[in-house]
């Protein structure tokens, strides 16, 4: 028997090769940290059954006609705005994804970046790797802002919002959030309090961001809105890049509107070497690591092979982010 065709955009780990490999005839880029050439993709979609590519690769109505035998895609990542969904429906592909893993992970890594921004933790780190710690310890030296006590607004209170409140009750916070819905049952088992998204910004000392990037998020973070903010409060971004207006913000940390920043997503990734963002003291950068375990990157790539593997096989998949699929091509029983 012939068995199906896949094309892998990054290598994976091997647990989740095995799988592949076991059920599929498969290809993978071989580029370890740079992303698949859109010429190259074009090339090796053409005749295959399934994809398995990351969100930085651009999966749209070209990748689509290309590949005219695709079946599935298996998205390695919770997002799926990479992908054109409405597109792949209407040919009758499978779009899948990989949410629930990275929850407790990315929140780590928000929490973090809330930490290390406002105790200042990459700036003294790089005091003293640059020998400059010549004087005696003083009262102001590198003087931080507490956590504990303070307000924490949270835009966006799902999963991966609730998984940071829960993080913040350990450090006695308030909390205040807002979202599309309220959500009165998180509310009452996390004791945040609904607010509208001004009050939030008004009111926080710390503002996390946990939405998805769509047309009515796409920049929700302007001169505007930091404006808002407290001028010694701190903006954390481990959802989407582009949910912040970049030259906005860096503007807000320059003049001091804000006080810091700690941002793991960019408008532009990997981001510029020109960014005028490297230049301040007072932002934390991370290279979209939110997710970055071994054991969570890991059962991402399983997950991500078991979804493809299902449609391929003519099963469910346990992850289907286009249902309406289902009508174009139902799969068999």
Known sequence: MVKPKVYVTRQLFPEAMEILEHHADVEVFEGVDNSIPRALLLSKVRDVDGLLPLLTDKIDTEVMDAGRELKVISNYAVGYNNIDLEAATE??????????????????????????????????????????????????????????????????????????????????????????????????????MYKSRDQVLREADYVSLHVPLTPETHHMIGA???????????LINTSRGSVVDEEDLYEALRD??????????????????????????????????????????????????????????????????????????????
């Open 224 to 234: 505007k809105e930091l404006a808002m903010m407290k001028e010694n409060a701190f």
């Open 91 to 192: 040919r009758g592909i499978y779009v899948t994804n990989t949410p629930g893993i990275l929850t407790d992970t990315t929140a780590d890594c928000a929490f973090a970046l809330l930490m290390a921004v406002a105790r200042r933790i990459p700036e003294a780190d790089h005091h003293i790797r640059a020998k400059r710690w010549i004087h005696a310890w003083g009262p102001k030296m590198f003087i931080g802002s507490d956590v504990h006590g303070k307000t924490l607004g949270i835009l966006g209170l799902g999963r991966i919002g609730s998984a940071i409140a829960k993080r913040a009750r350990g450090f006695d916070m308030r909390l205040v959030y807002n979202d599309v819905r309220r959500r009165e049952d998180l509310e009452r088992e996390l004791g945040v």
């Open 256 to 333: 001091g509107v804000i006080a810091g920043a700690g941002l793991d997503v960019f408008e532009e990734e990997p981001l510029s070497h020109d960014s005028p963002l490297l230049g301040l003291d007072n932002v934390v950068l991370t290279p979209h690591i939110a997710s970055g375990s071994i054991e969570t990157r890991t059962r991402m790539a399983l997950t991500a092979a078991s979804n493809l593997v299902s449609v391929l096989q003519g099963r469910e998949p346990l992850n289907l982010v286009n249902p309406g699929v289902r009508k174009v091509r139902p799969l068999r029983t």
